[in-house]
């Protein structure tokens, strides 16, 4: 399979769902999902509470990319233009060298259970620790599927923190979550061991839940741009000037918080599309993401450095917790069908996906900021929404976007006038 689809923005959105379907062999009830209307209300209503019906967003597939010498297409849902425009163009880049490379750790998960007000915290520790094998079998005992897909409770680990009420005893149970995203695995087991942990410490056991700083279950993306492919003949500046502009505008978010939160924003704009795609929760992968960024300080989740040979040489690191089974994932066909065109063996290798995709985004906007800016390319993708809202129909969306985008003036406010120009 080859993702390097040349103009496929340029087909008709029926042609572009026919070539996906043949490229990622899609099964018939895939691609009629696509082409259908997604959850009905009875399986909507099972999905969340209160449903009065459902929210479509536009399903897009990023072009270009390869990842570990495998060509992938990339599912996306997103209601912001050029995003998948950015990630399209950035793994066009990547490909010239090979494409991402990734490497992922084990899917290990994070459960905490918070004992409060234990007479000895440090003896308790010792005591939760001595019982460390014990409790693990007993965690295990909780999710016989996962352990027989070779995952399970690894290790337990027990920290006393100080905090504004006194000091407390929390108990880590580190869990091979093999597949799942592990939410609902691991807060059984929590919930199982609490009162053997209430027995241990002597206090109270109050929370039993995940973290979502899944630092044990990180992924890693790289990728190598040479100068040439950063600046075209009408670019203002050289290749080498856009690396080096790039290079600066990473130590711009390395250096400042203010900056540094738009520049994640710019790479979860990619990761959150995939998640959302796939009806994984896009939620834990944000406050991974940010918590992991904010470890030394926040900054830059990605890093850019000029090689030996004089290219950019691009990497990111952070949590990935998505699953390939379990959650929401199987409740939504058009989920499922997005599934398909990512075409995924494993959680591990969907992480993998994913970290290349929101490097990706990065590069892709960074490349935009340093050069001619981003409105260009992100409002001329927005002009015809503008239009629309403006209450353009038919021919006038055209007109009125392509006015704007000549002008170098898109905007509401440009829309309407244009609009009422266009009736007069
Ligand atoms: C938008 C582009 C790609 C245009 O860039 P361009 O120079 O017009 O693109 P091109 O015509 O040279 O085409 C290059 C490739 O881009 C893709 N491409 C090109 N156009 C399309 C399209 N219409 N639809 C789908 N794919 C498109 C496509 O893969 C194409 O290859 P081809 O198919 O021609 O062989 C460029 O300007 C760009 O990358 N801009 C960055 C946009 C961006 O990052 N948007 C994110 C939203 S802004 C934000 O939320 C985050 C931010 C920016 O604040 C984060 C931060 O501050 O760090
Ligand atoms: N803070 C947070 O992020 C929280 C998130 N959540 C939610 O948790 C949900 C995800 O939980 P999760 O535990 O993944 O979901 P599930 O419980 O739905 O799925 C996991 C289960 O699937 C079964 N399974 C079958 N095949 C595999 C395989 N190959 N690998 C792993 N497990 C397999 C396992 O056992 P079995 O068949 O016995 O079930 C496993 O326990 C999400 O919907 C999320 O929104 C919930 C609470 C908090």
């Not at 080859?2 to 496929?8: A, H, K, L, T």
């Not at 895939?30 to 449903?51: C, F, K, M, P, Q």
């Not at 929101?358 to 002009?383: D, F, P």
């Not at 009125?400 to 000549?406: D, L, N, Q, T």
């Amino acid at each position: 399979m080859d993702s390097r689809i040349s103009g496929f923005y340029k087909l008709p959105v029926e042609e572009r769902r026919e070539t996906i379907a043949d490229l990622a062999d899609l099964s018939a009830e895939a691609t009629e999902a696509i082409g259908g209307t997604g959850l009905d209300d009875d399986r909507a209503d099972t999905v969340s509470e209160n449903v009065i019906g459902t929210l479509e967003y536009p399903l897009s597939v990023a072009t270009n990319f390869r990842v570990d010498g495998e060509d992938r297409l990339i599912p996306m849902a997103i209601e912001e233009t050029s995003v998948v425009a950015a990630a399209s163009y950035a793994a066009r880049m990547a490909r010239t060298q090979g494409g991402f490379e990734t490497e992922v750790d084990a899917p290990r998960m994070i459960a905490q259970i918070q004992a409060v007000d234990v007479a000895d915290p440090q003896a308790a520790r010792m005591r939760i620790l001595k019982e460390k094998e014990r409790l693990q079998e007993l965690a295990d005992e909780q999710d016989p599927t996962l352990v027989k897909f070779g995952g399970g409770c690894e290790d337990i680990e027990v920290r006393v923190i100080d905090t504004p009420t006194g000091q407390m005893v929390v108990t880590h149970l580190i869990v091979n979550v093999q597949d799942a995203m592990g939410g609902n695995a691991v807060n059984t087991m929590a919930e199982a061991l609490a009162p053997e942990i209430e027995a241990l410490t002597g206090g109270d056991v109050e929370m039993r839940i995940l973290s979502n700083l899944a630092d044990r279950r990180l992924a890693r993306a790289t990728c190598t741009i040479p100068p040439e492919e950063l600046a075209d003949e009408d670019s203002e500046f050289t290749g080498e000037e856009v690396r080096d502009r790039i290079v600066d505008a990473w130590a711009f978010a390395m250096g400042d918080p203010y900056r540094a939160a738009t520049h994640n924003k710019g790479i979860m704009n990619g990761i959150d599309a995939v998640t959302t795609a796939t009806f994984n929760d896009w939620r834990a992968m944000e406050a991974g993401a940010h918590v992991y960024a904010a470890r030394d300080g926040y900054d830059s989740l990605t890093s850019y450095e000029v090689d030996a040979d004089g290219n950019l040489a691009c990497s990111i690191e952070l949590p990935i917790q998505v699953g390939t089974v379990g959650g929401a994932t199987g409740l939504q066909p058009v989920a499922q069908a997005a599934m398909e065109i990512l075409d995924v063996d494993s959680a591990e290798e969907m992480a993998g996906v994913l970290a290349s995709v929101g490097l990706a985004q990065n590069l892709a906007a960074l490349r935009a900021l340093v050069s001619e800016g981003i409105q260009q390319g992100h409002m001329s993708l927005h002009a015809q929404n503008l239009a629309i809202q403006a209450g353009a129909e038919g021919d006038q969306i055209d007109a009125v976007a392509s006015r704007m985008i000549e002008e170098g003036d898109i905007g509401q406010a440009q829309a309407e006038a244009i609009l009422e120009e266009l009736e007069e």
